[in-house]
């Protein structure tokens, strides 16, 4: 049974900082393109971030670029989502997701097979 675990979130205040972490069970991690994602209040999901197998490439919005760091750690099976920065409208439930098969980095929801239940953040102004 794959599980995928997040922790981390919190109420913090504009410019602060958090990291995510997502704990993965029940798949091969290390072959696994891994997402995080996000839903704010009355909006659809979007991508946050992405990271190949490998750890060797990573993919961004254009919202996250510079403020935002995914990393895999594949001897301890978890994703991280490092957030500096942040602002109010980072404000979400944040996802972690993970593919079945290795491959480059994704920002299409499609490309992943396995979703966690969310960790909410919230940026005070």
């Known amino acids: 049974q794959v599980q995928l675990v997040e922790s981390g979130g919190g109420l913090v205040q504009a410019g602060d900082s958090l990291r995510l972490s997502c704990a993965v069970s029940?798949?091969?991690?290390?072959?696994?393109?891994m997402g995080w994602f996000r839903q704010a209040p009355g909006k659809e999901r979007e991508f946050v971030a992405s990271?190949?197998?490998?750890?060797?490439?990573?993919t961004y919005a254009d919202s996250v670029k510079g403020r935002f760091t995914i990393s895999k750690d594949n001897a301890k099976n978890t994703v991280y989502l490092q957030m500096n920065s942040l602002k109010p409208e980072d404000t979400a439930v944040y996802y972690c997701a993970a593919a079945r098969t290795f491959g480059p980095p994704s920002s299409g929801e499609r490309a992943y097979d396995y979703w966690g239940q969310g960790t909410q953040v919230t940026v005070s102004s």
């Open positions: 029940g798949l091969p991690f290390s072959r696994s393109t």
């Open positions: 990271i190949s197998w490998s750890g060797g490439s990573t």
